[in-house]
Nanobody
């Protein structure tokens, strides 16, 4: 079992920055690819970013490339999502996720956090 707890969400204005954190506990942290998904009201959950166990491979949704950065600190069992130049369309509940494969999707993800709300006003 892996427990994931997110923090760092909130209400910001367009153009602002936020950093989300996700603390993991339980099974060996480095066994998993970690990532962030988001779900806006009335929309399907979509992957935002993922990072391999070593941090050497990072993938991003096209909508956030150049604005968001995913990183992980295996010593602290924590994964981060730095979000810059936020837009109103980034408003969603953001979920931390852990998967046993770099091909991270809603189906391959084994563990989910409880979610943290990010709201970007225009």
């Amino acid at each position: 079992q892996v427990q994931l707890v997110e923090s760092g969400g909130g209400l910001v204005q367009a153009g602002d920055s936020l950093r989300l954190s996700c603390a993991a506990s339980g099974r060996t942290f480095t066994d998993y690819t970690l990532g962030w998904f988001r779900q806006a009201p009335g929309k399907e959950r979509e992957i935002v970013a993922a990072i391999s166990w070593s941090g050497g491979i990072r993938t991003y949704a096209d909508s956030v490339k150049g604005r968001f950065t995913i990183s992980r600190d295996n010593a602290k069992n924590t994964v981060y999502l730095q979000m810059n130049s936020l837009k109103p369309e980034d408003t969603a509940v953001y979920y931390c996720a852990a998967a046993p494969t770099m091909l991270m999707t809603s189906i391959t993800t084994e563990y989910w956090g409880q979610g943290t709300q990010v709201t970007v006003s225009s």
